[in-house]
T-cell receptor, first 116, second 115 residues
Framework: AQKITQTQPGMFVQEKEAVTLDCTYD???????LFWYKQPSSGEMIFLIY??????QNATEGRYSLNFQKARKSTNLVISASQLGDSAMYFC?????????????FGTGTRLTIIP | GAVVSQHPSWVICKSGTSVKIECRSL??????MFWYRQFPKQSLMLMAT?????????EQGVEKDKFLINHASLTLSTLTVTSAHPEDSSFYIC???????????FGEGSRLTVL
């Protein structure tokens, strides 16, 4: 079964508009972490934002925020006021396991293209 | 911020040769490092998890004799692709888990092309 599901292979958004990237996850762990990474064409993985499973408030980091719905096991990334430089692949990831036994699993990604 | 460095960034080799990729945490200690493989337009697939001083844990379907992982110190893990073949051509990315902070940092990736 897929651990991390990103249902949007690609999205086109007008510059300056907000965009929501979907991500659902599946785990039986009580403690886990959820990440979003951006991967531009250069290939590097750029950390964007993190949400711990016990965090009650939605994480925010500048123009990035998470809509974390624990009961639904979803953690959607919201990018406000999109910019041309936001065009990239976006990956949702989940960290499970305890110290010495962690594992980070990635979703299939969403290719975001910002249109001027 | 913490930096993870991978070397080399690009490597082209002949079929049958072995290639070593290094992953270093530059300003923090990492007890755990992860190695991923990414084919074009696909996601990162976890290959193995390496813990300092112990044998790596490989994901199902990953040949441990082909992809040798060594994590000899808290700042260095290496991935050796042995007897590389064209189908091993891929983008290999490492990530390191900070010992103190629990944060995860990625290397820049290494693009392997086997001719």
């Amino acid at each position: 079964a897929q651990k991390i599901t990103q249902t949007q292979p690609g999205m086109f958004v007008q510059e300056k508009e907000a965009v929501t990237l979907d991500c659902t996850y599946d785990t039986s762990d009580q403690s886990y972490g959820l990440f979003w990474y951006k991967q531009p064409s250069s290939g590097e993985m750029i950390f964007l934002i993190y949400q711990g499973s016990y965090d009650e408030q939605n994480a925010t980091e500048g123009r990035y925020s998470l809509n974390f719905q624990k009961a639904r096991k979803s953690t959607n990334l919201v990018i406000s006021a999109s910019q041309l430089g936001d065009s990239a692949m976006y990956f949702c990831a989940m960290r499970e396991g305890n110290f010495g036994n962690e594992k980070l699993t990635f979703g299939t990604g969403t290719r975001l293209t910002i249109i001027p | 911020g913490a930096v993870v460095s991978q070397h080399p960034s690009w490597v082209i080799c002949k079929s049958g040769t072995s290639v070593k990729i290094e992953c270093r945490s530059l300003d923090f200690q990492a007890t755990t490092m992860f190695w991923y493989r990414q084919f074009p337009k696909q996601s990162l697939m976890l290959m193995a998890t390496s813990n300092e001083g112990s044998k790596a844990t490989y994901e199902q379907g990953v040949e441990k004799d082909k992809f040798l992982i060594n994590h000899a110190s808290l700042t260095l893990s290496t991935l050796t692709v042995t007897s590389a073949h064209p189908e091993d051509s891929s983008f290999y990315i490492c990530s390191a888990l900070g010992l103190d902070t629990g944060e995860l940092f990625f290397g820049e990736g290494s693009r392997l092309t086997v001719l």
